[in-house]
C-alpha cells in the first residue's frame, strides 16, 4: 500500500493529577472526543500521564508498584485500546509498566483501532531507582500506512537515539516529554520556575506567559528539538505536561514540527490544550535530513558505539555534578 500524502495528526498538553489514574485517563477520553471531532488519526499524550510523573521520585518501591500495571492486559491499557476502538484512533499515552519479571518501566503505550498495541520502553530512565530503563527501539508500521516511531522525554536529546529511529525507518516520531521548569546542573540550562506564577496565571497571564515561553520552556526545546526532526527528515509530534508537577511548573508548548524542522502548528496555552495539523507525508522524500542520511559514511563512525569511560546509568547522568571533561 503506498504512503498517505497527508495525516491528520493531534498532540496534546495536560496538567495531570499525581496517582489519580481515573481522572488523568478521563482528561485522556475528552482529548479523544476532540481528536476524532476534529478528523485526527492520531492523538498524542505526555509521558506518565496516566500516573503522574514527578511526585514518582518520592515514593519507595512498594508505592511505585502500586501505581504499576501490566502491558498490554492492565486496566490502563485496556482502557486506552477502548478509547482507540471507539473514536477510530491511534492513541499513545505514558504509564508505569510491570514487567513479569517484576521489573518497572517509565513506559508509553501506542494502542490502535485494531487492537494492536506497541510499548516503548524509556532509554534513559531517572525519576526514580526504582524504574529500570528500556533496551530496544520502538518502530512499527501502522494500519495508516505510515511508520511511527517512540522516544520518551530525554531519549530524544541523545542524537543518537533520534537517528536510529530514522534509520529504521520512522516517518513520525511521537515525543511524549514532561519538561521544562526542572532544576538543570548546567549553567546554562533549564531552572525551575515559582509556582506562585502558575497559581496566579489567570489574574496575571503576561507573567506565567514568559515563563513558559522563555529559557526554562519553550526557548530551551528551540534550541535542539527541531533539529531532530531537520535533521532526520522525520515529523516530531511533541506532547508535554504543564502546569504543577510535584514541586516543578512544567511548561507544556504542545506542538507539531515537520521534516524540515518548521512548527506546523503550536500551543502556548497556560492550561491543558491540544493542538491538530495535517502532516504533508509527501516532503518526506525530499527532505534535507533523508538526503544526507543516505551520504553517512558508517565506517567512520566506531567511536559512536565504543564506551569512552566516562558514561554513567541515566539516573546518575542526569543528576550529576561531576563536570564532564
Same mark, same amino acid.
Given at each position: ?12 498538553? %495536560? ?12 482528561? =485522556?477520553a475528552? %482529548? ?8 485526527a488519526?492520531?492523538v498524542? %499524550? ?19 508498584? $502500586? ?6 492486559d ?27 519479571d ?12 485494531d487492537?494492536? =498495541?506497541?510499548t516503548?520502553?524509556?532509554?534513559h530512565?531517572?525519576v ?6 528500556? +533496551?530496544?527501539?520502538?518502530? %512499527? +508500521?501502522?494500519?495508516l ?13 541523545l542524537?543518537?537515539n ?9 516517518? =513520525? ?5 514532561q ?5 538543570s546542573?548546567?549553567?546554562h ?10 497559581h496566579n496565571?489567570?489574574? $496575571? ?5 514568559a ?11 528551540m ?7 531537520? +535533521?532526520?527528515g ?8 504543564v502546569?504543577? $508537577?510535584? $514541586? ?9 514540527? +515537520?521534516c ?16 491538530v ?8 522524500p ?8 543516505r ?8 567511536d ?22
Amino acid at each position: 500500500m503506498p504512503p498517505p500524502a497527508s495525516l491528520r495528526a493531534a498532540t496534546v498538553q %495536560f496538567e495531570h493529577a499525581p496517582g489519580d489514574k481515573r481522572y488523568n485517563l478521563g482528561v =485522556v477520553a475528552r %482529548f479523544c472526543a476532540e481528536a476524532e471531532a476534529a478528523g485526527a488519526a492520531l492523538v498524542v %499524550f505526555p509521558e506518565m500521564c496516566v500516573t503522574g510523573y514527578w511526585h514518582v521520585h518520592t515514593l519507595d518501591r512498594d508505592a511505585i508498584a $502500586d501505581l504499576a500495571e501490566p502491558v498490554p492486559d492492565g486496566p490502563s491499557t485496556q482502557a486506552l485500546l477502548d478509547l482507540a476502538r471507539r473514536h477510530r484512533l491511534i492513541v499513545g499515552a505514558g504509564l508505569i509498566e510491570r514487567a513479569e519479571d517484576g521489573r518497572m518501566y517509565n513506559a508509553y503505550v501506542v494502542c490502535m483501532p485494531d487492537g494492536q =498495541v506497541h510499548t516503548h520502553r524509556k532509554l534513559h530512565t531517572f525519576v526514580s531507582p526504582h524504574l529500570s530503563s528500556g +533496551d530496544r527501539y520502538t518502530v %512499527f +508500521d501502522t494500519p495508516l500506512g505510515v511508520r511511527l516511531g517512540v522516544l520518551i522525554c530525554w531519549d530524544n536529546n541523545l542524537v543518537e537515539n533520534v537517528r536510529i529511529t530514522a534509520l529504521k525507518g520512522a516517518t =513520525v516520531l511521537l515525543a511524549p516529554h514532561q519538561t521544562g521548569g526542572t532544576a538543570s546542573r548546567s549553567p546554562h540550562g533549564m531552572r525551575r520556575i515559582d509556582p506562585a506564577l502558575w497559581h496566579n496565571r489567570h489574574a $496575571d497571564p503576561a507573567a506565567i506567559q514568559a515563563a513558559l515561553r522563555g529559557p526554562n520552556g519553550r526557548e530551551w526545546l528551540m534550541r535542539w528539538l527541531p533539529a531532530r526532526a531537520h +535533521d532526520n527528515g522525520l515529523f516530531i509530534l511533541f506532547s508535554n505536561g504543564v502546569g504543577i $508537577d510535584g $514541586d516543578e511548573v512544567r511548561t507544556g508548548g504542545a506542538m507539531i514540527i +515537520d521534516c524540515y524542522g518548521r512548527i506546523v502548528d503550536e500551543t502556548s496555552a497556560a492550561g491543558d490544550a491540544m493542538v491538530v495539523a495535517d502532516l504533508d507525508l509527501g516532503l518526506t522524500p525530499l527532505s534535507t535530513g533523508q538526503r544526507w542520511i543516505r551520504g553517512r559514511r558508517p565506517e567512520l563512525y566506531a567511536d559512536l558505539v565504543t564506551p569512552s569511560g566516562r558514561e554513567m546509568d541515566p539516573l546518575e547522568a542526569r543528576f550529576s555534578e561531576k563536570p564532564v571533561a
